[in-house]
């Protein structure tokens, strides 16, 4: 039996947070006898402690329909061809670069090991991962908040967040062990158990290492709500509760140091983790909110079509303005909180107050995080399943003036069909992609046509070496190939000029049997790295070094309609 929910759940704080300095009184909403005796009614049924389950899996069997869909993004196939690395005995860091911390590899390596390497596979344990985080926003927002709003927001999580991209990599790992560790703390002040202390502690270090900008944010987060807690509310645990976090914390990377010694790689993995704070962070700055539209994008949106269809359009990508501000909002109420505390604390019950306390807390931990990386709207969307938590908070308070009551269904009514819009056009194009590719790694969908898949197929064999150039190493993995590089990716102004001449060295000395090669890289890399000068991709070596020692033999696209060479050395015939 599960052990939620034995506190009450009613935001009971009369006023909207947001307004709360204009509010004539700062009283609790009274609850009715009839509110707490359904409230004890429903507790003690069975609904209370399946709900959560049922919760995981709906949204799990709904982001299944995403599984098979792939618009061939470049990012994807990190993970995917580290983990091919790792099942061939390679070791990340000393035999191939990577800067993501090990986790999610080692996790995608496993379970293509139990499970057969395949794409499906990998994509279920997304959705698994995605099923979690639905999950784990109930239980965070059920503590706050009705019943109803709570299954809304878990309902948003899958079908407005997780399905939102779609991909194998590390951030929905990490987001859904920062979603359990955040619960397993607020667990921890509601139970005092130690089983909790060393859960906590050991689930921050398990998202420290599968993202270690997310999982510093989560860490910087909880610290910082418990800070406040010890602070406003005399808060004090006791020393042993802190040796199990201690603990379990310790754990994993202990674990984690051994296994990188032994293999001779421990000093070259500590500065691949440093090496995004030199590196990653300078090329992908971005501004917040960034919406990674080029200007052709908004074009599309907003000027073509009646206006009636360009509002409709305009509605539906707006989720993509809100998300980006709820970390906001969930700081204005921290502070809120922390302002108000003389004579608040008796009418916010304990509970409430350290719920709110820790969720905004890691608000602003992993808001952190995303700014000091990548601001972009993409980033903001990976963090949903906390974000929606505080979205809960405004749509289930009960402002006391009535035109902000009629103010906050007005904005209900907003967001069910705004973040409808946005979720049902993501559905429809991966249910509409009438494209079917069989590939070396089971069959994928497209909604539109691919030549490079089916050719690079017909003139390879499986663990034959092709280099994709600059950055799409999801052809190598559907395609069973390997890269004759150690990288997997290039991003010229974010990967260094001693890592292209890694690339040109390996060129030279073995060459490859072909090149899948992007000629208008630049032009992509405007819109994606905007802070990237110009110049800097348009003098990157390697794409000069294939241009004038490899002869195009085939001209292919990918289904985003980005152009593509198949190349050879000038020496060789075409196949």
Request: hydrophobic content about 45%; glycine content about 8%; some cysteine.
């Amino acid at each position: 039996m599960l052990p939620v929910l034995q506190i009450p759940r009613r935001l009971g704080i009369r006023h909207w947070l947001a307004f709360g300095e204009t509010m004539a009184s700062d009283q609790i909403v009274s609850i009715t006898r009839e509110e707490r005796a359904a409230e004890a009614k429903w507790q003690a049924g069975l609904g209370e402690y399946l709900l959560p389950g049922l919760v995981f899996l709906t949204s799990s069997f709904y982001l299944l329909a995403f599984c098979r869909y792939s618009a061939l993004e470049p990012d994807e196939g990190i993970v995917l061809q580290g983990a091919e690395r790792i099942l061939r005995g390679q070791v990340p860091y000393r035999d191939f670069f990577s800067f993501y911390t090990p986790g999610s590899y080692y996790l995608v390596a496993g379970l293509f090991r139990a499970f057969g390497d395949s794409f499906f596979v990998a994509r279920g344990s997304v959705a698994l991962a995605g099923g979690c985080c639905a999950m784990m926003t109930y239980l965070l927002t059920r503590r706050c908040c009705s019943c109803g709003i709570s299954l809304f927001a878990a309902a948003l999580t899958a079908f407005a967040g997780v399905s939102y991209r779609f991909l194998v990599l590390h951030n929905w790992y990490s987001t859904a062990l920062c979603c359990m560790a955040l619960y397993s703390a607020i667990r921890v002040l509601e139970t005092g158990m130690l089983i909790w202390s060393f859960a906590t502690g050991f689930i921050v270090s398990l998202a420290i290492l599968f993202e270690q900008s997310k999982g510093a944010g989560l860490l910087i987060g909880l610290a910082l709500g418990l800070t406040i807690l010890v602070w406003k509310k005399n808060l004090r645990r006791s020393k042993k509760e802190y040796v199990a976090s201690v603990i379990g914390f310790s754990l994993p990377f202990l674990l984690t140091f051994a296994y990188f010694s032994h293999a001779h790689a421990a000093a070259d993995m500590v500065r691949a983790w440093l090496w995004p704070l030199q590196h990653y962070a300078t090329a992908n700055h971005v501004p917040f909110g960034y919406q990674n539209w080029s200007s052709q994008n908004r074009h599309e949106l907003f000027h073509t079509g009646p206006l009636l269809i360009r509002v409709v359009k305009f509605i539906g990508v707006s989720p993509g303005f809100i998300v980006p501000a709820l970390p906001i909002v969930a700081i204005l109420v921290l502070a809120y909180l922390i302002l108000r505390t003389q004579g608040f604390q008796e009418e916010l019950p304990f509970e409430r107050f350290y719920t709110f306390v820790l969720v905004g807390g890691t608000c602003i931990g992993l808001l952190f995080s995303v700014v000091v990386s990548r601001a972009d709207v993409i980033h903001f969307m990976y963090l949903t399943p906390v974000w929606y938590v505080v979205l809960a908070w405004i749509l289930g308070i009960r402002p006391r003036p009535k035109i902000l009551s009629n103010a906050q269904k007005l904005f209900f009514a907003y967001i069910c069909f705004a973040f409808f819009l946005m979720g049902f056009a993501m559905l429809l194009h991966v249910r509409g992609a009438a494209i079917r590719i069989e590939t070396r790694r089971g069959w994928i969908t497209t909604a539109a046509e691919d030549t490079v898949l089916p050719f690079i197929q017909r003139y390879t064999r499986a663990g034959d070496e092709v280099l994709v150039y600059p950055y799409l190493p999801l052809y190598n993995y559907l395609t069973a190939t390997g890269s004759p590089v150690p990288l997997d990716y290039f991003q010229p102004g974010m990967n260094t000029p001693e890592q292209a001449e890694q690339i040109l060295a390996a060129l030279r000395s073995q060459g490859a049997r072909g090149v899948i090669f992007e000629p208008d890289f630049a032009e992509k890399a405007g819109t994606a790295w905007p802070k990237t000068p110009r110049s800097v991709v348009g003098s990157d070596p390697v794409a000069r070094y294939l241009r004038e020692n490899y002869r195009v033999c085939e001209s292919l696209h990918s289904p985003m309609g980005w152009k593509l060479e198949f190349r050879v050395p000038s020496g060789r015939n075409c196949p």
